[in-house]
């Protein structure tokens, strides 16, 4: 007996007479086509090469109804799928309601705002969504945004390649662009075809325990130092060590809390004894109110202020490479790794969703290689 295969038909979200339409993507078929050619709500756009219907939940029920029994729907690129990673919390990005407006500039839709809120996007990577969308949108300025198609964000990507950005700035572009069109006006997965640039794995950079003693024992004043060492000797984010707030430094049990971290998951890192004292001598004399760190008013302390703190130290100790706040917490990961610390505890501490993020440090750990003599010092050239 003939095995039959049923064809498949993917839905597709396209925008076709300035309305939102379901198209219906398969192969020639003749049974299919049959159905098509006595329901005249279903038409056929040349651009496109698809055939469509109006978006609406009676013409979703139709297509189920009439090609269920024929064929497999696909409905995975058109389907919103809920992303559990989010959180509920409201980010605060006001201030981007109330720019003044400029009238050769278009500005991201309180649409596209409203829902970075609800969805409780970090307060970073909305400004970053917003900035890039911004740019993407003026670049088609003399369109209508659900006028842009597929092959016009491919040439804009494209246009990014020749301008030389980074496969991160291209990547962060896409997920900007995608956020308006698959979650702000429901259309998930429009552009899941448009290529991304293919992923490379920079090893992190680390410094040296000598190195980071130095910038430690170069800083300026205790609150300096409590910040440069709680970053390393916690394996802190800046943002996380931001966040910090008084009741966050468990003394009596040695930890310290990280609330809502990256993935908006709390976890516990270690509080270490000799941090611990440095940071009794820095509350009795700058005694914060609310945050660990503060202001001069009582606000919280600025990202650039660490970054400043940390340049300024690695200087004075005669590091002349660039040190960031990131690397600190790099260095924290290597460190417990050469010294022998099991990789999943690591993880814990990083606040690593998969083993597979962290294991990126077994490849700038030197525990494993330091023994190992190169083949040349086995030869004679003195």
């Known amino acids: ?218 800083t300026n004043n205790i609150k300096h130092k409590c910040i440069v060492s709680l970053i390393y000797s916690a394996g802190l984010r800046r943002q996380e060590l931001l966040d910090l707030k008084l009741e966050d430094i468990e003394s009596k049990r040695m930890v310290i809390r990280i609330n809502n971290a990256k993935g908006f998951k709390d976890r516990y890192s270690i509080l270490s004894q000799m941090v611990l004292n440095d940071l009794r001598k820095y509350f009795k004399k700058w005694k914060p109110k609310k945050y660990l760190f503060e202001g001069p008013h009582g606000e919280k302390y600025s990202g650039e202020s660490v970054a400043k703190i940390i340049k300024n130290a690695a200087l004075k100790a005669g590091i002349r490479k660039k040190i960031t706040p990131h690397m600190l917490r790099h260095s924290f990961a290597t460190h417990l790794l050469e010294n022998g610390v099991d990789l999943r505890y690591i993880q814990s501490l990083l606040g690593h969703a998969s083993t597979k993020t962290t294991e990126i440090y077994t490849h700038v750990a030197t525990h494993n290689i330091k023994d190992i003599k190169s083949p040349i010092d086995f030869l004679n050239l003195e």
């Open 1 to 218: 007996m003939k095995n039959f295969k049923r064809p498949h038909i993917t839905l597709k979200h396209v925008f076709i007479d300035e309305k939102k339409q379901i198209g219906l993507k398969f192969y020639p078929n003749v049974a299919i086509q049959a159905i098509i050619d006595v329901n005249p709500a279903i038409k056929y756009n040349d651009h496109f090469q698809y055939h469509y219907l109006e978006n609406n939940p009676i013409n979703l029920q139709l297509i189920y109804t009439l090609f269920k029994p024929i064929a497999w729907i696909n409905g995975s690129h058109f389907f919103q799928k809920y992303d559990r990673s989010k959180s509920d919390q409201v980010t605060s990005i006001e201030s981007y309601y109330k720019r003044e407006a400029k009238s050769d500039w278009r500005y991201a839709p309180d649409s596209y705002l409203k829902k970075l809120e609800t969805k409780a996007y970090a307060l970073n990577t909305a400004r970053t969504y917003i900035s890039l969308f911004e740019k993407f949108s003026n670049h088609f300025n003399d369109l209508d945004l659900l006028e842009i198609d597929e092959q016009m964000i491919q040439d804009y990507l494209q246009s990014l390649y020749r301008d030389k950005k980074s496969d991160s700035y291209i990547n962060q572009m896409l997920n900007a662009i995608k956020f308006y069109y698959e979650v702000v006006e429901g259309m998930p997965n429009r552009f899941y075809s448009i290529d991304r640039p293919r992923k490379k794995t920079n090893l992190p950079k680390v410094i040296s325990l000598e190195e980071v003693q130095s910038i430690i024992k170069n």
